[in-house]
């Protein structure tokens, strides 16, 4: 009993400054959220919670992104409802997660996520020996579930009942002068989640904060406590970051301080080849344009491009040995997969993908006979014609092909066969060169076995 105590008087001692029992109530003239802007499915849930006799707020990405004038992308809602209760609230409703549960409120076409208050960790908290935090499901106070989120300005809790904002951290104050700031220890925080070093550079740079000086110094040496997250997990903060709208932006500024190392193990290598950053960087130019624009993206697509030129080197190396020129690619691209494969739950849907589009570079250099035609039937035909004309673009392949390929695709009956190359030149040469180098054939035959 008395020992509980003690450790109980002690824990404030283990995440200090994050501690808030306390909130400023900030009117809406000072964070400017009227009610209107929020989503219509928000405000019905947060109402029919509330009508119940329970607490409920918009919590998190959404408050943040309407004060700094963004349309927010989904909305939150906290709540002091546990799950069963809130689910007998919505008769669209269902419960999912296996750790934390929380509920999924269908209205309209919305799906508004509703989480119950979460508890402050403590001394029962599970972590890995680098002090991750494994396993917590503690329902708790709303100033100990503003303690555990991670940044001060995604820490607010809005009520549309009275166009409130609870801050229990500063974050409106910090949101306002433009910093990122974390809640509690910035080292003690990444700690328990390495997730985090990516989360303050892809908010940052969407919300173009500054990042506090305390939750930057650490990243450069923490960065390898990445290697420990769940490959599942980094798989999709990665996709968050790249499929952000300002992926160009975040790399920019992972790089400025040296980050993209360990952080980001596929932009290590390529970031240093001229020839391999243009082409990634024109990639993420296009994605975020993309993104922008409200169009679709592909993440087969975006990681074949980041991929790819790990993929170039590798078969370099396998040609160089003599490897036949096919199988070399195959081999080349199955091993970069591998390696990568280890660090990001690459799935394997998406694997078949990424072979799809790397194993067609080759088949457009043929442009004779019935080959273009076959190309062009297959379903993966234009994401490789459009990563043929990135590698174009980026100096890498002679923009002659790329554009043949685009007029091939555009022309009619007759001007496709008059396009077609004539189909003799290579053969004969083959021939020729097997009659008069047996010795550079039988090599390549002999490294394929
Ligand atoms: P986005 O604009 O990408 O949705 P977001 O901040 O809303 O950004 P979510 O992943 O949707 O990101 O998370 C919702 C909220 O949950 C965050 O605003 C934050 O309060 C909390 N949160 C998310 N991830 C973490 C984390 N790793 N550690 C602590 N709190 C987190
Ligand atoms: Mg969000």
């Known amino acids: 009993m008395i020992r509980k105590l003690i450790r109980r008087v002690f824990r404030r001692g283990d995440a200090p400054a994050a501690q ?27 109402e029919t919670l509330q009508q119940a006799g329970h607490k409920a707020y918009v919590v998190g990405g959404a408050v943040r992104d309407l004060i700094a004038g963004i349309d927010p ?37 919305e799906t508004l996520e509703v989480s119950t ?89 969407k919300l173009g904060l500054t990042l506090d000086p305390a939750v930057r110094a650490p990243i450069r040496e923490m960065a390898e406590l990445m290697e420990n997250v769940p490959p599942a997990r980094l798989f999709d903060e990665m996709l968050k970051l790249l499929f952000s709208g300002h992926a160009v932006e975040c790399v920019k ?50 990681f074949a491009t980041l991929l790819w030129h790990e993929v170039l080197a590798n078969w370099e190396i396998r040609k160089a040995r003599g490897e036949l020129l096919i199988p070399a690619l195959y081999e080349a691209m199955d091993e970069i997969l591998d390696v990568q494969g280890e660090k990001l739950a690459i799935t ?38 459009d990563f043929l004309a990135l590698r174009a673009e980026s100096g890498e392949i002679d923009g002659e092909i790329a554009e043949w390929w685009h007029e091939f695709q555009n022309a009619d009956a007759d001007q496709r066969e008059a396009m077609l190359l004539p189909d003799n030149g290579p053969k004969k040469r083959r021939r020729r060169s097997r009659a008069k180098k047996p010795s550079a054939d039988q090599a390549s035959a002999g490294s394929e076995g």
């Open 348 to 385: 394997r849907r998406i694997a078949g993908d990424i072979k799809e589009i790397w194993a067609l570079q080759p088949r457009f250099d043929k442009r004779t006979g019935k080959t273009p035609y076959r190309l062009l039937e297959l379903p993966r035909f234009r994401a490789g014609y």
């Open 20 to 46: 808030a029992t306390t909130a400023a109530s900030i009117p809406v003239a000072r964070h400017g959220i009227r009610r209107e802007r929020v989503s219509t499915g928000a405000r019905r849930t947060c």
């Open 117 to 205: 208050f979460r508890a402050a960790h403590n001394e029962d908290t599970v972590k890995d020996e680098h002090g991750r935090v494994l396993r917590d499901n503690v329902f708790g106070t709303i100033a100990e579930d503003a303690a555990r989120r991670d940044f001060t300005v995604n820490a607010l809790y809005y009520d549309p009942s009275t166009e409130t904002v609870l801050d229990y951290h500063r974050g409106v104050a910090d949101l306002q002068q433009k910093t990122l700031r974390m809640i509690g220890e910035p080292r003690a925080r990444y700690r328990e989640d390495p997730v985090r070093m990516l989360r303050a550079v892809r908010l940052s740079a």
């Open 73 to 109: 992308k989904d909305y939150d809602i906290a709540t002091d409802a546990t799950p069963e209760q809130v689910r007998a609230l919505f008769r669209r409703s269902r419960i999912i997660g296996r750790r934390f549960q929380i509920v999924h409120v269908m209205q309209g076409g």
């Open 253 to 302: 500024r992972l790089r400025d301080d040296g980050l993209h190392h360990g952080l980001l193990p596929l932009l290590d290598v390529i970031l240093e080849q001229p020839l391999g950053e243009k082409f990634v960087m024109l990639s993420l130019n296009s994605t975020d344009a993309r993104v922008r624009a409200g169009k679709s993206v592909s993440p087969s697509y975006l």
